[in-house]
């Protein structure tokens, strides 16, 4: 079991291409799959590297698996399943992906009203080596910018700094480095570095990442 708290009813996971946001949300779903969750594929933008594609092992684990009507298909028409609101109702917790650009943040806050009233907690995933979060500055960017375009209000940052196979502790740490920075400056939690189990041992909060999206080349 992954050892983050996570109370909420409804856990926001967002962050901008390549940043490990979907890797995290499907760990979180795999660890927690015998509590009854449900998992929301809500990147309606990016065709890569989707939640959906693991529908299949999910399923098998007890998780429910909701998608845009065309994810993992070629049709690039950003479309919302019609029983996204049961989410809010019924007694499954409920981890949300999120893309983290400006589409994925208004997509986010057609649901806001349901989603306060139900009670979440907001985390934005940075990874320091990715072009768009170089710098405490950036990630502290894109965090207010996530937070204008949904009306919600992010609780806690995760570094995800990685750079594939190539990663050590040494990039994890100067990404936490970052990541802290940006979050002293919105006045948010770090809620935890992660990445791949093999570094688990080198920080004092930290989520195990398995691997399961991967390039079909």
Same mark, same amino acid.
């Given at each position: 079991?992954?050892?983050?708290p996570?109370?909420?009813k409804?856990?926001?996971?967002a962050?901008?291409?390549?940043?490990?946001k979907?890797e995290?949300?499907l760990?979180?779903?795999?660890?927690?799959?015998g509590?009854g969750i449900?998992l929301?594929?809500?990147?309606?933008?990016?065709p890569?590297? =989707?939640?959906?594609?693991?529908?299949?092992?999910l399923? =098998?684990?007890?998780?429910?698996?909701l998608a845009?009507?065309?994810?993992n298909?070629?049709?690039?028409?950003?479309?919302?399943p019609?029983?996204?609101l049961?989410?809010?109702v019924?007694?499954?917790r409920?981890?949300?992906d999120?893309?983290?650009d400006h589409?994925?943040a208004?997509?986010?806050?057609?649901?806001? =009203?349901?989603?306060?009233k139900a009670?979440?907690a907001f985390w934005i995933?940075?990874n320091?080596?990715?072009?768009?979060t170089?710098?405490?500055?950036a990630?502290a960017?894109m965090?207010?910018?996530?937070?204008?375009?949904s009306?919600?209000?992010v609780?806690?940052?995760?570094?995800?700094?990685?750079?594939g196979?190539?990663?050590t502790?040494?990039?994890?740490?100067?990404g936490l480095?970052m990541?802290?920075?940006?979050a002293?400056?919105?006045?948010?939690?770090?809620?935890a570095?992660?990445g791949?189990?093999l570094?688990?041992?080198?920080f004092t909060?930290?989520?195990?990442?398995?691997?399961y999206?991967r390039?079909s080349y």
């Amino acid at each position: 079991m992954i050892d983050i708290p996570w109370t909420e009813k409804n856990l926001i996971i967002a962050g901008h291409y390549g940043s490990g946001k979907t890797e995290l949300a499907l760990n979180l779903a795999f660890a927690h799959a015998g509590e009854g969750i449900t998992l929301v594929d809500l990147d309606i933008v990016n065709p890569f590297f =989707r939640a959906n594609e693991l529908r299949a092992d999910l399923e =098998r684990e007890g998780v429910r698996v909701l998608a845009p009507t065309f994810a993992n298909t070629t049709v690039d028409v950003p479309s919302l399943p019609p029983d996204i609101l049961s989410i809010f109702v019924d007694t499954r917790r409920a981890i949300l992906d999120v893309g983290g650009d400006h589409a994925g943040a208004r997509a986010l806050g057609q649901y806001r =009203r349901h989603i306060e009233k139900a009670g979440y907690a907001f985390w934005i995933v940075a990874n320091a080596r990715r072009p768009l979060t170089r710098s405490a500055d950036a990630i502290a960017q894109m965090v207010r910018e996530i937070q204008r375009t949904s009306g919600l209000t992010v609780t806690g940052l995760v570094n995800a700094t990685n750079l594939g196979d190539e990663t050590t502790a040494a990039i994890i740490s100067e990404g936490l480095t970052m990541t802290a920075e940006a979050a002293r400056g919105l006045d948010i939690p770090v809620i935890a570095s992660a990445g791949l189990p093999l570094f688990a041992g080198a920080f004092t909060h930290y989520i195990p990442i398995e691997r399961y999206l991967r390039p079909s080349y």
